[in-house]
């Protein structure tokens, strides 16, 4: 007999609406519609025929059907069904089977705010207007990047919680991460860290370690001239989540659009086998399993600040002057 488990998977600490999200990198959203999904919400992106970046809900308000099927013309997009066009604001502009003097009365489609800055299209999810801006990458135009995005059949929280986990590399990712190889050569030592936090997120650092959190969804890997990652984890539906990476490479004094990889980077491969493992066991025996030592201090904070940023209460999720050191 199956027990019945604790909690269901969408349960685990859902990441907050009201935020925003990256919907799409700059470059894959061209001359097409492109659909995508966030917190269970089917979206159309397209762009206006002055370029500028549209979301809408991914439904005709004619008979349901997906508009990202469509087509998108001098700056409108067209469903592929009955030919009804919309525009950015989510209004209907023409419909082929009336009358050229019959008036277009109709409701318009459900839209979303958007922004375009360092290299993605921004999608805000929230009820109303959007609360500021989206975070901006720190010094994104003095440098190079490659891009890209790994589809991932757990919740979001799992790799931020997993990015700022400093204990499972030695042990996840052999021959990919310096942590492994320290281990290798000189076994296990023990590793003093520091977590910190600010009214805008939290800080991990150790020894050769660099980690940052910022709500939504942002984890930073590393902060020097030589080496930044910095991953967003996009809620789709229950049990899955989209993982954007964006990998610096060298300075540059001609900012230039990201090079779009498809291929997955193989330590974020690495990291996706064991997260997909975790949630199946979330999934069928709730997480009433758990069990936590010091050095998971890093993650439950993460945690905790997604847990304090859905009930609306951010000044509570990142106190800030206050540093916790443990031993590894």
């Not at 970046?53 to 409108?76: F, I, K, N, Q, Y």
Request: aromatic share 8%.
């Amino acid at each position: 007999m199956t027990a019945t488990p604790t909690n269901a998977p969408a349960d685990r600490v859902p990441l907050p609406q009201q935020a925003w999200y990256v919907g799409a990198a700059s470059s894959r959203l061209a001359d097409a519609p492109l659909a995508i999904v966030i917190h269970g919400q089917a979206i159309v992106l397209f762009r206006d025929s002055a370029g500028r970046a549209h979301a809408l809900h991914d439904r005709c308000p004619h008979r349901g059907v997906a508009l990202s099927l469509g087509t998108v013309s001098e700056g409108l997009i067209a469903c592929a069904y009955h030919g009804w066009r919309f525009d950015g604001m989510g209004r209907c502009r023409h419909i082929p089977s009336l009358r050229s003097e019959q008036p277009v009365k109709t409701a318009p489609a459900r839209t979303y705010p958007t922004a375009e800055r360092d290299g993605y299209v921004w999608v805000w999810t929230g009820q109303g207007a959007p609360t500021g801006q989206p975070l901006p990458i720190e010094g994104f135009d003095r440098y190079t990047w490659l891009q890209g995005a790994t589809a991932l059949a757990c919740e979001a929280i799992m790799p931020i919680e997993n990015n700022l986990d400093i204990c499972h590399a030695a042990f996840t990712h052999p021959h990919m991460h310096p942590q492994w190889f320290r281990a290798q050569a000189a076994g296990f030592q023990p590793t003093r860290y520091e977590l910190a936090t600010d009214p805008g997120g939290l800080t991990v650092s150790a020894p050769g370690t660099l980690l940052r959190f910022d709500l939504p969804d942002r984890v930073t890997v590393g902060g020097s001239e030589a080496f930044r990652l910095i991953l967003h984890h996009v809620p789709t539906m229950p049990g899955r989540c989209l993982q954007h990476w964006l990998l610096q490479r060298e300075p540059t004094h001609e900012p230039a659009a990201p090079i779009w990889s498809d291929k997955e980077p193989e330590i974020l491969a690495q990291d996706r086998r064991v997260l997909e493992s975790a949630q199946r066991a979330y999934a069928q025996e709730g997480d009433a399993f758990e069990q936590s030592v010091e050095a998971d201090a890093t993650t439950l904070a993460a945690r905790r600040a997604v847990r304090l940023a859905v009930q609306g209460r951010i000044a509570e999720a990142f106190p800030g002057n206050r540093s916790l050191c443990v031993l590894s």
